[in-house]
Each structure stands twice: as C-alpha cells, then as structure tokens.
C-alpha cells in the first residue's frame, strides 16, 4: 500500500500543479487579450484623429502666430500633413500649416465638448 499511496500522491500533486499552471495561463491569455484591445483601440483613435482634427475650422496666420514652433508642429503631426518634416523656420511652418488649412490646436472646452458629443 505505500507504494500506492505514494503514487496517488504524486499524481494528486501533478494535477494540482497542472491547475495552477492552466490558471496561469489563463490570466497570460487574459491580460494579453486586454493589452491588445487597448492598443486597439488607441491605434483605433490614432487614425481617426486626423480627419476629427480637419473637421475644426482653419486658424488665420494671426492665431498660430501666437504659438511656439513646437506647437506649430505638432499641429502637422496631429493631422499627418505629408511633408510636415520640410518647413524649419517658424514662418514657414505658419505657412505651410495654413495652405494646408489646419486649425488652431483644440482648447481643452473643444476637446471636452467633442468627448461628450463622441462619447
């Protein structure tokens, strides 16, 4: 009997250890799954907001006067102007930004009201 008993043993600890593996497991997928639909999602966003970006009317050289180059071109970025890279010197970005009929970047009342509208 004690060889019995120490083989139902091993086997009870082989299954146990089986279990937990498959929980394990099972969170990985689980996490993995919920990673991907974040970066879904953002991706999702991320090629929607140009063309949520264009639909805000165009900014006069005047208003992107006031801002800084860095913000300038981060305005190209946000509606992946081809070319954005070209222009170096602030009036040429203003330029470059209002040919393209960009808009002034979004107050934080825009884009709240834009979320509640979308959301």
Same mark, same amino acid.
């Given at each position: 009997?004690?060889?019995?008993?120490?083989?139902?043993?091993?086997?009870?600890?082989?299954?146990?250890?089986?279990?937990?593996?498959?929980?394990?497991?099972?969170?990985? !997928?689980?996490?993995?799954?919920?990673?991907?639909?974040?970066?879904?999602?953002?991706?999702?966003?991320?090629?929607?907001?140009?063309?949520?970006?264009?639909?805000?009317?165009?900014?006069?050289?005047?208003?992107?006067?006031?801002?800084?180059?860095?913000?300038?071109?981060? !305005?190209?970025?946000?509606?992946?102007?081809?070319?954005?890279?070209?222009?170096?010197?602030?009036?040429? !970005? !203003?330029?470059?930004?209002?040919?393209?009929?960009?808009?002034?970047?979004?107050?934080?009342?825009?884009?709240?009201?834009?979320?509640?509208?979308?959301?």
């Amino acid at each position: 009997m004690g060889l019995a008993t120490e083989l139902r043993a091993a086997v009870s600890a082989v299954n146990e250890t089986d279990r937990q593996l498959a929980r394990l497991v099972g969170q990985h !997928i689980t996490d993995t799954a919920q990673g991907l639909q974040e970066l879904r999602g953002a991706l999702e966003a991320k090629a929607l907001a140009p063309a949520n970006f264009r639909s805000l009317p165009p900014a006069s050289a005047e208003q992107l006067t006031s801002l800084k180059v860095p913000e300038l071109k981060a !305005i190209a970025t946000r509606m992946n102007l081809p070319g954005r890279s070209k222009p170096k010197r602030k009036p040429d !970005i !203003i330029n470059f930004l209002v040919a393209h009929q960009a808009p002034m970047a979004p107050s934080y009342e825009q884009l709240l009201a834009f979320w509640v509208e979308h959301g």
